[in-house]
């Protein structure tokens, strides 16, 4: 019975918390770029912050990286998309509010996953999704959602010699049809000005 009751509380303290999320807003949005020193992100779009890495340390592929790298993520109306990029590390995204996000995942081996960041559980939104080193990904904020802001890990840590941004017409050739909505509109989309010749 104890147990039963210490679980409703719990419960009912979560409620609470989750109640007391301030209102997705355009507004609410500006004050968490200024709060949390968020800056537009060259090329992928949408908004950074660096929050640090971890002091222990890897061998990786011959070199010693910091375990893993963790920054802030934001999408907003203004920069909805997440344009395509491929990261060596393994990428692990967690929704602190707002949202939701779908993520197109492109994997190595051909095959594609379309995967919603949210909080609506029931509809099969997830608020952790873990995305493997070595895919291709792309982010889109839903229609009608202000903001998402999100923390991102990298492991190990993020370095700008194991990321590409953009892709070209071989690489819409080869998803292209992998899933209903990989269309080749779609795939340029998320390539979006980042188009490699």
């Not at 210490?6 to 009912?12: D, E, Q």
């Not at 893993?68 to 109306?77: A, F, G, K, V």
Request: aromatic fraction near 10%; charge should be positive.
């Amino acid at each position: 019975m104890k147990r039963f009751l210490l679980a409703a509380i719990c419960v009912a303290g979560l409620g609470g918390l989750r109640a007391a999320t301030p209102a997705a807003t355009n507004a609410r949005a500006k004050e968490l770029i200024r709060t949390l020193k968020l800056s537009v992100l060259p090329k992928e779009s949408g908004y950074l912050g660096i929050i640090g890495v971890s002091a222990q340390k890897v061998n990786a592929g011959g070199r010693v990286l910091a375990a893993q790298s963790q920054n802030y993520y934001m999408l907003t109306r203004e920069k909805p998309i997440n344009y395509l990029h491929w990261l060596e590390p393994d990428d692990t995204h967690i929704l602190v509010e707002g949202g939701p996000v779908d993520y197109f995942i492109f994997h190595p081996d051909g095959h594609v996953e379309k995967v919603t960041l949210g909080f609506d559980y029931a509809a099969g939104q997830r608020p952790v999704i873990a995305v493997p080193g070595g895919c291709w990904k792309a982010l889109r904020l839903h229609d009608g959602a202000s903001y998402a802001l999100m923390v991102n890990t990298l492991s190990p840590e993020f370095t700008l010699d194991r990321v590409k941004i953009g892709e070209g017409a071989a690489w819409v050739k080869r998803f292209a049809g992998a899933a209903p909505w990989a269309t080749p509109e779609r795939l340029r989309e998320f390539i979006g000005p980042n188009w490699v010749k």
